[in-house]
């Protein structure tokens, strides 16, 4: 085959894997390979798809399969690394990163990738150094500098952040991860520069879905902030259809989770769960997304005792494991549980959050998510605490619209889809409430924001802690905050956002409508 024809090809395979065509790059670089069997650039293909899908098991094997013909690899490293950090065994990705960075100290990849895993291990300060060091290697590389502004972000150092996202887009215009990632920590006036830059840049007509939501998104936002809500709306409205787009989410999954959980559960008796007083204390806080789930873990993890360790996503990693067939959650798995199972589970979460925080007594997991597990994480962790968060309806419904979100929240993004998630949320919670009643507290948002010394004792009582000033002043709290709502966490309390639904009522009347009815 001419050398120019086999470029030509590995080229289209590249464009194929950056549009996320995964599978076709599988196929047809397969294929490549009969002709060109030890090309370890293809191989590498081969594998970082099969990790884009999902499959870790194979792709593990392929990134192996290259270190098995040239041992100092150190792109196949620094994916094994990232297949791992994936995982979530970071102890693995460790090793891999360091055996990349030992072969080669200035491989900028693995530097960046290093310094992230870091960031998931909420280790700030080695992963500053560690991205500040794939900048001094590369100052032209983007996604350092991207992530070193969301580690900025997330600690609450607004102006590094915004400095390091503007060097992201002077660098690589079209990069609109950081026009979103700017439009949420700016206080948008009608002339704002970056308004203009971002209208200007949505003519382009080679861009993608993706692109075209965060601009979307992030001028619904900038036109919010002054008021233009006919043209913010038809912003969001807009992120949204092309969000919808490109991710892949049926709602017929989730609801045959639910379905399946009520089956299950309905007919459960918790109190023959046995408690062991030997366990660690996790507050789980729960709710739909939106609900005032980071200002609660904001206030309790001011408390001296507590460790906040944000929004994980471990837990439903350890249910998907050990509990799903096929990509359905397995109710005969959840009746033959033994014992020893059991704690095995429990002892590997425990296991986990430990890492962030080894002598804390006692931590908080606040992915809203995990209102979806609260019956199996009161099987496994039957001494944790409940937290559940609660926010008029319209409101909450309103703010999972118009936001852009990174993970599991591909519901918010369709009327439809997000009324019945809301529908299913409200069900299985009921059932929750009506199994383990006063092992759930229930907290409303906007008696925080108008009653919060009062409300934040009851929310401490309920954890079994004594009231400490500093939950009353937790917007002081410098601990990072990983979230869409990171910047209004920390502020002190204010009721903007309460019925701030009112501006956007008549272009969501038929949603609105729907939860009237369904109450």
Known sequence: MEK??????????????????????????????IKLPDNIFLINLIGSSYQNLGDHKTAIKTFLHILNLDNKNIAAYNNLGN???????????????????????????????YGNLFFELNNYEAAITNLKKAIDIDNESVQPYYNLGIVY???????????????????APYFTNADKMISRFTKYSKNHHHIKQMEDKIKNQK????????????????????????????????????????????????????????????KYNFQSNSKNSKDKKIIFIIGLPRSGTSLVEQII????????????????????????TKNILDNDKLKKLSLSKKDEIAKNYINHVEKFQPDSLIYTDKAPLNFIWVGIIKILLPNS????????????????????????????????????????YRGLMDLWKTKLNKEIYDVEYENIINNPEAEIQKLLKFCELDFEQNCLNFYKNKR????????????????????????????????????????
Not at 301 to 314: A, F, M, R, T, V
Not at 394 to 403: F, G, V
């Open 480 to 519: 990072p905050i990983k979230t869409v709502s990171s910047a209004q966490a920390r502020k002190p309390l204010y009721n903007k956002s309460i019925n701030s639904y009112k501006n956007f009522e008549i272009y969501m009347k038929d949603i609105f409508q729907q939860i009237d009815n369904f109450k």
């Open 83 to 113: 297949v791992f950090k994936n995982m979530k065994n970071f102890e693995e990705a460790k090793i891999n990163y360091e055996k990349a960075l030992e072969i080669n100290p200035n491989f900028v990849n693995a530097r960046t990738n």
């Open 207 to 266: 861009l993608n879905h993706s692109q075209k939501s965060q601009l979307h998104f992030a001028l619904g936002k900038a036109y919010e902030d002054f008021e233009e809500f006919d043209t913010s709306f038809q912003n969001i409205k807009l992120g949204n259809y092309h969000k919808k787009k490109f991710i892949k989410y049926d709602l017929s999954d989730d609801l045959k989770t639910f379905k399946e959980l009520k089956a299950f559960f309905s």
């Open 153 to 171: 972000q997330s600690i609450g150092e607004t102006e590094k952040a915004l400095q390091n996202f503007e060097m992201v887009l002077k660098l």
């Open 301 to 324: 993890s001011s408390h001296s005792k507590i460790y906040g360790c944000g929004e994980l996503d471990y837990m439903t990693k350890l249910i998907t494991e050990n509990f799903y």
């Open 4 to 33: 120019n024809k086999i470029k030509e090809k590995i080229q289209i395979l590249i464009n194929h894997f950056n549009t996320g065509n995964f599978r076709f790059v599988i196929k047809e670089t397969e294929k490549l390979l």
């Open 385 to 424: 605490k409940v937290i559940h968060c609660k926010r008029n309806s319209k409101d909450n419904i309103l703010s999972l619209y118009k936001n852009d979100f990174d993970g599991r929240l591909n519901f918010s993004y369709d009327f439809d889809d997000l009324f019945w998630f809301y529908k299913e």
